[in-house]
């Protein structure tokens, strides 16, 4: 069974739906990206399989065992984060914060996998260090760090590189893959980048006014994509 | 010096002295804690907006000739408090907005209904020392000093239980909600325990200042600090010794409570900014 199915989804937001009858699935190790226009609905449907607001209609199925809150999840930069006085350990601690309930400290075992996440991104060094402090490709290894203590099978990536320079972008890319690939997480990619989506993923889901969901390959051939790889030369 | 010790020891035999001291302490205390919360989340003026509610609700109480207001405004701040929280994205009227309309709705109607019903020939008086803090915390009785120490302790440890997840809500809300943190929950569980606090601080300082109480010694911290359990605990120890300070002087020289706090405050947050402009601020 796959990780997430969408089933007729129609969604959007104050009450206006932009998107309708979306159907899609992601299975175990696939690595999908969402690609579409500014306005098309892109991070609506990420709000929405986040459980962070409803549909307006269909149902989003989870299968393998995951639950809806087990997803992993690299948001984009909120304004509280740029003056927020955290250091990079309880950063990425509060990713298990999900799974504690009313338990009120964090387990050992819990500090532990921060540890090797903290790691595993990277960025030992930086472990006692002020967040805000830190550079955006720094800060976007924290925040990965976190989402890997919320998760261990489905990372959500909201734009994971925008703002980023060219060789940090590189650099974010080739970890989000190693993750894929060595660690064997489903990633969800949301972006705006069509050159890189066509290189790392395995999948493609493009909405907007033409909606297409299938493998890489198939995503080439139907010609959809034309507009982004062709550099905009439509309207 | 022994002139200010001699008369230190004189006042300290005083029983009022020590509970002013006492309250002093826990009510900053409890205050500064929640501080570093309000100010990232942009609550700030959820506490000004609650203090005057609190001023109202004191002069409904004191219209009805209540000999003990506090459950009363305790109760309709914390009501307020999860109103103005709870109405989250779907409100007509949203954020600032409401606080600003709740705030000054309050502040008049308090105004109001201490004008039309209050005997009292002093009224200007009366108002004064409800927003700016008055000798109260000099007159406060031992079930008052109980009152308050219960809930501060209650306060303390709440935040310490929550400490987690109130930092997991603030730092990045959509996060906590979209791996599984119970959100509403916590926020409103935030927006009871500031209400306490702003009903504790009335006391001390008045709702004009209680502002300054919760969000300066936060700011402060802030400016040297850089993680957030050493601002945190940095604010809390800052918070106690400014109202410390604040009470002895103002018992010395008889300059107002409040007042005299607040500018210990300011006082401390240049202090901490010059600090931190110069060090660059400490890496815990």
Known sequence: MALITCQDLCLGYNGQEILHDLNFEVNSGDYLCIVGENGSGKSTLMRTILGLQRPFAGQILTGDGLRLDE??????????????????????????????????????????????????MGIKALRGRCYRELSGGQQQRVLLARALCATSKLLFLDEPVSGLDPKVTAEMYELIEKLNREHGITVIMISHDIGAALRYASHILHIGDRVFFGTNAAYRESGIGTFFTKGGEAQ | MTAILEKLTLYWQYPFVRYALAVGVLISL??????????????????????????????????????????????????????????????????????????????????????????????????????????????????????????????????????????????????AAATGVKT????????????????????????????????????????????????????????????????????????PVGSTIVAADIVMFFVFSAFGAIFGGVHA
């Not at chain 2, 009363?72 to 949203?94: E, R």
């Not at chain 2, 802030?222 to 106690?240: D, E, G, N, P, W």
């Open chain 2, 30 to 175: 409890c205050s500064s804690l929640l501080g570093v919360t309000l100010v990232l989340k942009r609550f700030s003026f959820i506490g000004d907006g609650l203090s005057h509610v609190a001023f109202g609700a004191m002069a409904i109480a004191s219209v009805l000739h209540l000999t003990n207001d506090m459950p009363l405004v305790l109760l309709i701040t914390i009501l307020s408090a999860i109103a103005l929280l709870c109405t989250g994205q779907n409100a007509k009227i949203k954020g600032d907005a409401a606080v600003a309309m709740i705030s000054v709705g309050a502040l008049a109607i308090g105004y109001l209904l201490m004008n039309l019903f209050t005997p009292s020939g002093n009224l200007s008086g009366d108002v004064c020392s409800t927003l700016f803090g008055s000798t109260s915390i000099l007159t406060l009785t031992k079930t008052e000093v109980r009152l308050c120490t219960v809930l501060s302790v209650l306060v303390v440890a709440a935040f310490v239980f929550f400490y987690h997840k109130v930092f997991a809500v603030t730092f990045d809300e959509s996060f």
């Open chain 2, 184 to 255: 509403k929950v916590y926020n409103f569980i935030i927006a009871v325990i500031i209400a306490v606090i702003i009903v504790l601080a009335m006391n001390l300082v008045g709702s004009l200042l209680i502002s300054a109480l919760i969000i300066f010694p936060a700011l402060s911290a802030m400016r040297v600090f850089k993680s957030f359990f050493s601002v945190t605990v940095c604010s809390a120890i800052l918070s106690v010794f400014c109202s410390l300070l604040g009470i002895l002087i103002s018992i010395l020289a008889g300059t």
């Open chain 1, 71 to 120: 997803i992993g999840y690299l948001p984009q930069q909120t304004p509280v984060q740029k003056d927020f006085p955290a250091s990079v350990w309880e950063v990425v601690l509060s990713g298990f914060e999900g799974g504690c309930g009313w338990r009120p400290f964090y387990t050992k075992a819990e500090k532990q996998r921060a540890e090797e996440n903290i790691l595993a």
